[in-house]
């Protein structure tokens, strides 16, 4: 299940690239959906034995290790658990929403069978990178997201994509130099990449682990993107087309984050105690930055885009916690930020596509125009400032619960910013509803709204209410994985 995981993506890119372009939406939503049915099953792979096997501290539902290179040590080796299995299923379950949103209306620029080729690839890549418990191998899958992002961008954004695309490539590519020389040092160091075996910091010496966490910080801190190292973010979602950004906002950046979490605190865990303090800084800086930025957007996918960088601001706070509490809400903050950012960026293409704008002073009025669009988006939106009952509650306040359990004056006055950070978080989305959805109607917006669109985002909208409800959906499963993390 874990090899066809990863293989019917990449299998169905190949396929796709050979056959007649006729059939290539159908094709691409196929495997896309195909891809689901091992997903799917892996959850039942799941025990209540999810604790330590002899001695070690991932213990996986399920797990793969092959020889692959034997002259080099390496080998392919794959493994789900409770903190990488809500990522896989968010994953396999926003590829195939985009496949199908693509096989309906595909955006302008290169061909239609190219970009789904493209969303395959990505979706191997990211699927391989959760899934990898081996350190070369999940710098590899890493790897393999970059170009097909870039060529997202420079080949079906907009008028500015090339220089969207370019930040982006030269942003990530510096990220991945920092991170091949982590993963270097530590492999060396301790003799093996296997990350079963290195979690616990085993065999590595505090001044290695200090050193190989400050790389790895600032590599998955690029990729997530965390502040100050965020500046591409905006340009890359603003230029990328509605598909792309989904993936972007919905997935990929939480590559950035999971890594943090299953390679920084579980690799170099006394290099994740040393920095803890710095992270918790900066983490409260980057959900005081997002926010006030957000306040002064006129655009709306800029505006999400921004949105991003405080409630990544959140995630960070929750691991630099180093409590359970914290990384527990950072795996929930991630998977409701891939929920409802997702759903967010479809609804700000769909209204770009129907205004030709995506300027706020010029989208007011929505409620009278298009009521049904003007409520999903209240909906999201609401979503994504905290509203309790929804997804994004959880994440947002247990990351201050944590910084308070982590006690101190520093963590109590982080815990407070945060705090402010969330009550701006509700104005600026607020801000955003009262210029779309009220006042004086604006730029006229056809009010239908497809099949093709309905089944794109129903999903997301039940999904967000459901684990808003009850978020054991996505924390079942992790305390013991989570405790192994913890230093």
Request: neutral net charge; aromatic residues 8%.
């Given at each position: 299940?874990?090899v066809a995981?990863?293989a019917?993506p ?8 050979m056959?007649?372009a006729?059939r290539?939406?159908?094709?691409a939503t ?10 799917v099953a ?8 999810d604790?330590?096997r002899?001695?070690?501290?991932i ?9 692959w ?6 080998d392919?080796?794959l493994g789900?658990d409770?903190?990488?299995?809500p990522l ?18 595909a ?11 493209l969303?395959?690839i ?9 899934l ?12 393999v997201?970059l170009?097909?992002?870039y060529?997202?961008i420079?080949g079906?954004?907009?008028e500015?994509?090339?220089r969207?695309a370019r930040?982006?490539?030269l942003y990530?590519?510096?990220?991945s ?8 040092t ?14 616990g ?8 682990q200090?050193?190989?966490f ?13 502040w100050?190292l965020?500046?591409?973010?905006p ?11 989904v ?6 950046l939480k ?29 409260a ?12 957007q ?12 405080g409630?990544m601001?959140f995630?960070l ?11 527990q ?9 891939g929920?409802i ?9 769909a209204i ?8 706020l002073?010029?989208?007011g ?5 298009a ?7 209240g909906?999201?939106?609401i ?7 929804l997804?994004g509650?959880w ?17 109590t ?5 945060a ?7 509700a104005?600026?989305f607020l801000?955003l ?29 039940a999904?967000?209410?459901a ?18 993390l913890?230093?």
């Amino acid at each position: 299940m874990l090899v066809a995981t990863v293989a019917l993506p990449a299998v169905g890119a190949g396929l796709l690239s050979m056959l007649p372009a006729k059939r290539a939406g159908i094709i691409a939503t196929v495997f896309a959906a195909a891809a689901l049915i091992p997903i799917v099953a892996l959850a039942f792979a799941a025990d209540d034995d999810d604790g330590i096997r002899s001695g070690a501290a991932i213990h996986p539902w399920a797990e793969v290790d092959l020889s692959w290179v034997p002259a080099l040590h390496l080998d392919f080796h794959l493994g789900v658990d409770g903190v990488s299995y809500p990522l896989v299923a968010l994953t396999g379950l926003l590829t195939l929403l985009c496949c199908a949103y693509t096989m309906w209306r595909a955006p302008a620029g290169g061909s239609p069978r190219t970009l789904l080729v493209l969303l395959l690839i990505l979706e191997a890549g990211i699927l391989g990178t959760f899934l990898s418990l081996d350190l070369i191998l999940f710098f590899l899958f890493f790897e393999v997201t970059l170009l097909p992002m870039y060529a997202v961008i420079a080949g079906w954004g907009g008028e500015d994509r090339r220089r969207a695309a370019r930040k982006f490539v030269l942003y990530t590519l510096f990220g991945s130099m920092l991170l091949l020389i982590g993963v270097l040092t530590v492999a060396v160091h301790a003799g093996t990449a296997d990350l079963v075996a290195l979690t616990g910091g085993t065999g590595l010496t505090k001044g290695t682990q200090y050193a190989a966490f400050a790389l790895f910080a600032v590599a998955f801190a690029v990729k997530a993107p965390l502040w100050p190292l965020h500046t591409w973010l905006p340009d890359a979602h603003t230029q990328a087309p509605t598909v792309g950004s989904v993936i972007l906002a919905g997935v990929l950046l939480k590559m950035g984050t999971y890594g943090l979490i299953r390679v920084g605190l579980g690799v170099t865990p006394l290099g994740a105690e040393w920095a803890s303090p710095l992270l918790g800084i900066l983490a409260a800086a980057a959900i005081l930055a997002g926010a006030l930025i957000c306040l002064r957007q006129t655009e709306l996918k800029r505006l999400i885009a921004y949105s991003s960088v405080g409630h990544m601001g959140f995630v960070l706070l929750s691991i630099a916690t180093l409590t359970t509490t914290g990384v527990q809400a950072a795996l929930l903050g991630n998977v409701a930020h891939g929920l409802i950012t997702g759903l967010l960026f479809f609804l700000a293409g769909a209204i770009k596509d129907r205004a030709h704008t995506g300027e706020l002073a010029d989208l007011g009025g929505l409620r009278e125009t298009a009521p049904r669009l003007a409520g999903l988006l209240g909906f999201a939106a609401i979503a994504s400032l905290g509203l309790p009952g929804l997804a994004g509650f959880w994440g947002e306040a247990f990351a201050v619960v944590a910084a308070v359990e982590r006690g101190g004056v520093l963590w109590t006055i982080l815990a407070v910013l945060a705090a402010i950070g969330g009550a701006l978080t509700a104005a600026y989305f607020l801000r955003l509803l009262r210029k779309v959805t009220h006042g004086p109607v604006g730029t006229p917006v056809a009010p239908a709204i497809a099949g093709a669109e309905w089944f794109a985002w129903s999903p997301l909208v039940a999904l967000t209410l459901a684990v808003g409800l009850v978020p054991s959906l996505v924390l079942a499963a992790t305390s013991l994985p989570v405790e192994a993390l913890i230093p």
